[in-house]
């Protein structure tokens, strides 16, 4: 297993940022591009969540943190967290929002793209939790 932590300051631009680290992070034991685009995108939207919903103001803003866990041959899994508002269960939708609707699509793709979403919570952390299984195809010939 290979572990990464990278850290932010939840904006989006910063949001973007850690999500571009990871995928280079990533290239090194995934050869797949589709999947890396994949992972891409449910991170920079997992990330830009924190960035626009975990913390009331920007003065609150204290740090967005992405943990990787890699296990070779098998899967990845993510945990993206903050210390603001947190989700809550009850309150989230995983379908589709209607074709006109401005935003609501984040939830929708995280749970279609990854194989487990899970929702954590210990003490002041929120986190939420994601993992991809890999196919055997998909590796680096490195891992």
């Known amino acids: 297993m290979h572990q990464y932590e990278l850290e932010a300051i939840p904006t989006p631009e910063k949001s973007r940022e850690i999500a571009r ?11 797949d591009k589709e999947l890396l ?3 891409d995108l449910v991170l920079t939207e997992a990330c830009s969540n924190v960035a626009r919903h975990a913390y009331d103001t920007c003065d609150l803003c204290s740090r967005l943190e992405l943990k ?3 296990y070779p041959g ?3 899994v993510f945990e993206v967290s903050d210390w603001g508002k947190g989700l809550k269960a009850d309150a989230m939708d995983f379908s589709m929002p ?8 984040g939830l929708y793709i995280m749970s279609k793209l990854m194989d487990s979403f899970e929702i ?7 986190t939420v939790r994601l993992t991809k299984y890999v196919g055997g ?3 680096t010939k490195r891992t």
């Open 21 to 31: 680290k990871a995928i280079n992070i990533l290239e090194e034991f995934v050869s």
């Open 37 to 39: 685009h994949d992972i």
């Open 68 to 70: 990787i866990s890699v």
């Open 74 to 76: 098998e899967s990845i």
């Open 98 to 105: 209607d074709p006109e609707a401005v935003g609501g699509r």
């Open 120 to 126: 954590l919570r210990d003490g002041d952390k929120n």
């Open 137 to 139: 195809g998909k590796w």
